[in-house]
């Protein structure tokens, strides 16, 4: 952390104990200053985890259901370089799926662009069941 976003935390908080602002917009400013971009165009931090969250309002018979997922992005990269793998291992295990109806060619994953995308993901909002649902993924 430098001086100036030290600074800046700093000055966050003591607004926040003189009761000038609210634990919800210091959270939000704090948030701001983390995920703030210098002039160089560098950002300051590398998220390091997917979250999906998933909400699904009630229906009838079925209550409120909400559900909170974090991933290490490690450990996604990694699945998916041993699922790369299992390719090698077992290459009928590519065909088996195939049967299945799923097309899985976990070697030709360029690795480069999928950490790109998950760098820009941001957050995506996906409707589901005619948006009587949605998940929610972002990386942080």
Known sequence: MTTTEASDTKRVLELLSQ???TVDEAEQLLGALKDHVPAD???TGTPRWVRITMHRGPDGQRPEKNVNVRVPIALARSGIRLGAMFNMFNPRLQDELRKQG???DFSKINFA???KALDDLGET???VDDGKAQIRVRCE
């Open 19 to 21: 009761g000038k602002i």
């Open 102 to 104: 799923v097309e899985a």
């Open 125 to 127: 909002t996906i409707d």
């Open 41 to 43: 165009g560098a950002a």
């Open 113 to 115: 662009e999928l950490t």
